[in-house]
């Protein structure tokens, strides 16, 4: 069982369409993060939540963390080509060991 | 600033073979952790170093093991190579061993044959 379930899977769309992909658990976390990775590359942090009902906005990118903290999504407005890759929600469940927990994730392609 | 950096970018090596990876953390960054992403699926932790100890360990086999330097490289070993070994390793590097924000390395690609 997934500690974090994203949907959907897969993700096809053309430049200009909005989209929301989401990251969802029985659990509560105490941050949740989202990266975005790209083929042959390693995830690249995107943003972290840590408030419940928290909104961040990176450009066209809208964050959201669910008011009970156990889940997320992310919105984009005007998809373009440059969006296209795997976006992954990762967890630390509130310890300190450096472990992180990944979702796995929604890969989305956006056509020109 | 250099990013995080991982020696090889990709690796083919056969059944019970050993493999050594390797990885520079960002200028300043104490904790290195290590994780293993298969086709289709996100990231899976395997170790995580933080002043040269280790501070936790993942679901893996005792055929992978790792260590930290004094200048906080890393390296991940694993013995014995299985085909189900064959993935992206991915560094990560963070300024404590706190887990909040971490910072990947673009990986090393193994392909065990």
């Known amino acids: 069982t997934q500690l974090l379930e994203q949907s959907p899977q897969f993700l096809s769309i053309q430049e200009g369409e909005n989209l929301t992909v989401y990251c969802n658990s029985s659990?509560?976390?105490?941050?949740l993060q989202w990266y975005r990775q790209e083929p042959g590359e390693g995830p690249v942090l995107l943003v972290t939540?840590?408030?419940?009902?928290e909104v961040k906005k990176l450009k066209r990118l809208t964050f959201q963390f669910g008011d009970a903290r156990k889940d997320s999504s992310l919105h984009i407005t005007a998809a373009q080509p440059g969006d296209t890759g795997l976006y992954l929600c990762g967890c630390d469940r509130g310890s300190t060991l450096g472990r992180l927990y990944f979702g796995r994730g929604t890969q989305l392609t956006v056509w020109p | 600033d250099a990013g995080v950096t991982q020696s090889p970018t990709h690796l083919i090596k056969t059944r019970g073979q050993h493999v050594t990876l390797r990885c520079s953390p960002i200028?300043?960054?104490?904790?290195v952790s290590w994780y293993q992403q298969v086709l289709g699926q996100g990231p899976q932790f395997i170790f995580q170093?933080?002043?040269?100890?280790?501070?936790g360990r993942g679901n893996f086999p005792d055929r992978f093991s790792a260590r930290q330097f004094p200048n906080y490289s890393s390296e991940l070993n694993v013995n014995a190579l299985l085909l189900g070994d064959s993935a992206l390793y991915l560094c990560a590097s963070s300024f404590s061993g706190g887990t909040r924000e971490q910072y990947f390395g673009p990986g090393t690609r193994l392909t065990v044959t």
């Open positions: 659990s509560v976390f105490s941050s």
């Open positions: 170093y933080y002043e040269k100890e280790e501070r």
């Open positions: 939540v840590v408030t419940g009902g």
């Open positions: 200028s300043g960054h104490k904790s």
